[in-house]
C-alpha cells in the first residue's frame, strides 16, 4: 500500500494539468512502512524526453540531487510518478518495458482535464512487470 498524503496527490495532479498535453514527470520520496510505503515529498522533474507528449525522461540532476540530500536518512527514493494525457492511469507497454528495479513505485496520473484525473499506483514486482498497488490517503 502506498500512503499518499492529499497534498501530495494534489500536486501530481497539478503537475499534471500544467504539463498537459506532455506528460509531467518526477521522483516520490519516502520511508518504507510496515504495510508498503509513506510518501513523504514530490519532486517534479523536466521531461527531456524527445517526445513528451507520448513519453517522460525524469532530468537525472534532479535524481542526483535528491540521492545527496538523502543520503544518512532513513528516507529514500521510493519511486517515479508521470501522467498520461487523455489516457488511463495505467502502464503503458513503454512503462512496463521500462520497469526494472524492483521494490520501486510507478504513480501515474491519468485521464482527461475536463473530466477530471485519477491516479493509480503500481510496483516493479519481482517477477517483472508492474502490479498494482492500493493508495491510501493520509490526510
Given at each position: 500500500m502506498l500512503h499518499l498524503p492529499d497534498e501530495l496527490a494534489a500536486a501530481v495532479l497539478i503537475a499534471a494539468g500544467r504539463s498537459y498535453p506532455s506528460e509531467c514527470?518526477?521522483?516520490i520520496e519516502g520511508i518504507?512502512?510496515?504495510?508498503?510505503?509513506?510518501?513523504?515529498?514530490?519532486?517534479?522533474?523536466?521531461?527531456?524526453?524527445?517526445?513528451?507528449?507520448?513519453r517522460f525522461l525524469i532530468d537525472p540532476e534532479v535524481q542526483f540531487r535528491l540521492l545527496r540530500s538523502l543520503r544518512g536518512s532513513e528516507r529514500r527514493i521510493i519511486g517515479c510518478f508521470h501522467s498520461h494525457p487523455d489516457g488511463p492511469p495505467e502502464p503503458s507497454a513503454?512503462?512496463?518495458?521500462?520497469a526494472c528495479e524492483t521494490d520501486f513505485l510507478w504513480l501515474i496520473a491519468g485521464g482527461a482535464l475536463a473530466s477530471g484525473l485519477t491516479l493509480r499506483a503500481y510496483v516493479v514486482a519481482e517477477e517483472g512487470g508492474l502490479s498494482a498497488v492500493d493508495l491510501r490517503d493520509d490526510g
Open positions: 514527470c518526477g521522483l518504507d512502512i510496515l504495510d508498503g510505503w509513506r510518501a513523504l515529498a514530490v519532486h517534479e522533474a523536466a521531461n527531456l524526453a524527445e517526445e513528451p507528449s507520448r513503454t512503462d512496463a518495458a521500462s
